[in-house]
């Protein structure tokens, strides 16, 4: 029996997820994410935490294949990161550094792009040779997918969706420093600050409290919901029509509303594409937070083929 490690780096927690050669997760586990003056403490805690787990079950290394790592900013095929700001490291290569921990072989990936990969692999996208996954969180995220492979473009920077702009009148910025990014509407903050403009009076308001509001009808809620999605579907308009996907899987926190989340983005997507890319599949993302980690374990397992 051979295994690898799926390991999904984020500001605030590591989800570690052990499988088989055969893509089956035997066991997962969460571990802070420790901010330190040296950043690279996070990949230490890793890769001590493996070393812990290996003896724990009396797994030697030469059974395992190697790791994958799910990282939140753009990384070169070569495993070259240039800055992850949310987890205060600058210029290194993830897979080198993680390498020389170990001693195993390491495959790294932007964390969005191997959600995506990992929803191709076992979830919603199963089935489908290209896909765009796009993830409704704090932010808007997108990983892009085809033939089974993550295109991450040049410099690892690809899929960024959310920073695609749909309103050239904002006058806020957005968190990458533009104005009238996707991720200013379409994000669950998004949604909160569309919310505000349409309920000024309601307080503690969530994109699940507008979402919950307008399944039971509240016209205020629909407005807020159907304001967001509209520029998110026209925002996957016109990725459509650059990328063609087979289908495009809604994931993150806010794709948790389900079908009413679908139904809005299509009723926008559909009059702003082109009509060849009008039948294109809509699909809420099926494994939750565990994609980031099936999408780690496939990009090692598909780079030991």
């Known amino acids: 029996m051979k ?6 780096i984020g500001g605030t927690g590591i989800k570690v997820g052990l499988f088989n050669s055969d893509g089956v997760m035997l066991d997962k586990w969460v571990i802070a994410t420790k901010r330190t003056e040296d950043g690279k403490d996070v990949l230490r805690d890793a890769a001590a935490f493996i070393e812990s787990k290996l003896e724990e079950k009396a797994i030697s290394k030469e059974e395992v294949i190697g790791i994958g790592v799910g990282i939140p900013g753009p990384v070169k095929d070569n495993g070259e990161v240039l800055e992850l700001p949310n987890l205060g490291i ?45 993830t409704l ?12 492979k993550i295109v991450a473009g040049s410099g ?10 749909v309103d050239y009148n904002e006058t ?33 308001i969530s994109a699940k409290t507008v ?16 304001e967001a999605c509209r520029y998110l579907g026209i925002a996957l308009a016109q990725v459509a029509q650059t990328l063609d996907p087979e ?17 809005h983005i299509k009723k ?38």
């Open 90 to 134: 600058g210029h290194f290569n993830i897979e080198e550094e993680m390498s020389k921990m170990t001693g195993l072989k390491v495959k790294a990936g932007n964390d969005a792009n191997v959600a995506a990969l990992g929803e191709q692999w076992m979830g919603s996208g199963k089935g489908f040779d290209s896909m765009v996954m796009v």
């Open 268 to 305: 926008h997507y559909i009059p702003n594409v082109m009509d060849a890319l009008k039948d294109r599949v809509f699909i809420i993302a099926s494994l939750g937070n565990d994609a980031g980690m099936y999408g780690c374990a496939r990009l090692i397992l598909s780079s030991d083929v």
């Open 156 to 165: 690892g920077a690809g899929g960024e969706i959310g920073h695609l702009p």
């Open 137 to 148: 969180g704090t932010g808007v995220g997108g990983g892009i997918i085809y033939k089974g």
């Open 247 to 263: 289908a495009f899987v809604i994931g993150g926190g806010v794709s948790k509303a389900g079908d009413i989340l679908i139904d």
């Open 3 to 8: 295994y690898c490690f799926g390991v999904d």
């Open 172 to 204: 806020s910025s957005c968190g990458c420093g533009k104005k009238g990014c996707l991720e200013q509407y379409a994000s669950a903050t998004g949604i909160v600050r569309i919310a505000k403009k349409y309920m000024p009076n309601l307080d503690d």
């Open 211 to 226: 979402f919950d509001m307008a399944k039971e009808g509240d016209e205020l809620a629909l407005k807020v919901v159907d």
